[in-house]
């Protein structure tokens, strides 16, 4: 009998290895991204050239249009395809521009020359102005030139991202001021409002809102460390914050704390087709060029649930990496793509490429 029961242990036991195993390859069988370059200003190093495309930084797109890049390194928006295909519209972002987002309303009404409208797409700049692209300003259309629809140059901003998103007064545009450590908030007249929002009690001094998003009616804000003798950021493992409010800037919520962050800047909500981190918040490190992926909790706190990885195994890294956003379904691309922009080689080259999940 006890011969029996030992032969039946053992076979559970086989039974369940066996399903531990097989449960075990196929999480990481999910866990295996591709990683695809579509456009770069290097010669080889992507399908296609652009020698625009220059650090690439802030990525952003409608519903219905292609992909705007912002071209750090040259002054300029690049537009493609989802398949790195360049449109043919080279618009000019003179300040060094960084953060982009599109506007699908009324507002942030630019003007030039007696012609306005709404701002169609804006920058956010190093140069701590924030400038708006219609296609109609000037004439003839499409204009390729976005003009100043806020200069805060003169108050020592350093706008390194910019988000939009709809709050109880309206449309509102977030802008982080990195050098002063603060989120400067617009309506959608341009008017600076919220001046005293986006606090962290918690969070430590000499770190300076660096990304920022809006999803799904909540601002995500990432954090890097200050360097005080520049306007740029320290790069370190544990180096950065991600923290969550809302549309007023009432701080709801620390996301992630130092651990696997690296000068934290772009941010994603991953659909629920995205292979391992479905439906997780993904966090792209410029630092050291990882993206990490956070499950939400039934109590609105997250939980770290990995890196990216890609063929054998090893972390996705993208030299540079700044911004993540997936494809709307049409020419952007598919609405589990995930297209990311870079400026490789401390800043001085650029990349636009796409990260798909395992078929």
């Not at 591709?34 to 495309?53: E, I, M, T």
């Not at 009432?250 to 981190?277: E, T």
């Not at 890196?307 to 609405?335: H, K, M, N, Q, Y």
């Not at 793509?337 to 401390?346: H, M, R, V, Y």
């Amino acid at each position: 009998m006890k011969r029996v029961v030992s032969l039946l242990s053992a076979m559970v036991l086989g039974l369940l290895m066996t399903t531990a195993s097989a449960g075990h390859a196929d999480t990481l069988a999910a866990n295996r991204y591709q990683v695809a370059n579509l456009v770069s200003d290097v010669p080889g190093a992507a399908a296609h050239l652009d020698p625009n495309l220059v650090n690439a930084w802030g990525l952003t797109r409608g519903p219905m249009t292609p992909w705007w890049v912002s071209d750090n390194g040259t002054d300029r928006s690049t537009l493609y395809d989802g398949t790195g295909t360049a449109i043919p519209l080279v618009v000019k972002v003179p300040g060094a521009p960084t953060g982009a987002v599109f506007n699908g309303g009324s507002g942030f009404v630019v003007s030039h020359e007696g012609f306005s409208g709404p701002s169609l797409f804006l920058f956010a700049t190093e140069f701590g102005t924030i400038r708006g692209w219609n296609p109609g300003v000037p004439p003839p259309a499409p204009s390729t030139k976005a003009f100043n629809v806020v200069n805060r140059h003169g108050a020592g901003a350093v706008y390194k991202g910019l988000a939009i998103a709809t709050g109880t007064e309206g449309d509102l545009l977030y802008a982080t001021d990195f050098v002063n450590g603060r989120v400067d908030v617009f309506d959608a007249a341009f008017n600076r409002v919220h001046k005293k929002a986006f606090v962290d009690p918690n969070l430590p001094s000499g770190y300076g809102p660096f990304g920022i998003q809006a999803i799904n009616g909540t601002i995500f804000v990432t954090y890097a460390k200050q360097d005080p003798t520049s306007s740029d950021e320290i790069h370190g493992p544990g180096l950065g914050f991600v923290d969550m409010f809302d549309p007023e800037g009432q701080f709801l919520g620390r996301v992630a704390s130092r651990h696997a962050l690296n000068a934290p800047w772009g941010l994603a909500w991953a659909p629920s087709d995205f292979g391992r981190f479905s439906g997780d918040l993904l966090v792209g490190n410029f630092g050291d060029g990882r993206i990490n992926a956070y499950a939400p909790g039934a109590n609105g706190d997250f939980e770290h649930a990995g890196v990216l990885r890609g063929a054998g195994g090893v972390p996705v890294t993208i030299d540079g990496l700044w911004a993540l956003e997936f494809g709307t379904g049409s020419v952007s691309g598919p609405t589990n793509s995930l297209f990311f922009t870079a400026g490789p080689a401390d800043e001085s080259h650029g990349l636009f490429g796409v990260i798909n999940a395992p078929a």
